[in-house]
């Protein structure tokens, strides 16, 4: 048998499994949407954070959800959320808003999503956004800056950053 004759069966294989875990559900995270507006620097927009579902490890729905803006950004008001009370609190490192739970726990599959409006930095860049979701006790952090595998880690991350695009000022 030739070396060429062992190569095309390793490489179907490599395909298919490349396409059968390509198919395998992706890890939630948190998503943080710009409700189809850009945000230009220094400027004010709305936007959304997603929330895909619960806490995995206890299969429970969310009860609490923190996000954590740093102190380029500006005025930030969460609009009202059925079922949850928000508040705005300044930090040592700028603002995070704080959304608690006053209503039925959602199923640990339903999607939750925060609304709020926000002033913009003044300078355009790229900023992260730390979003903590708490369910039951069990927390997860959506903190870890993406980037590019390495030997060591694979690209994204299992708790990815969200991450802003803020454009210059138009």
Known sequence: MSHRSLA??????????????????????????????????????????????????????????????????????????????????????GRKVIWKLTGAVPAFNAPTYFRMKISWPKEPGVYGVPVIQRCNGEVVRWEIPDGPATADKPSPPLYPLPQIQVLPAR
């Open 8 to 93: 095309v069966p390793g490489t179907v294989l490599a395909a298919a499994a490349l396409i059968i875990t390509s198919a395998a559900p992706a890890s939630a995270h948190a998503i943080v949407a710009l409700d189809g507006a850009p945000a230009y620097a220094g400027k004010s927009s709305t936007i959304t954070i997603e929330l895909q579902h619960g806490c995995g490890g206890n299969q429970l729905g969310i009860d609490k959800v923190v996000a954590r803006f740093g102190k380029e950004f500006g005025k930030i008001k969460p609009r009202a959320v059925a079922g949850w009370t928000a508040k705005t609190k300044r930090t040592t490192d």
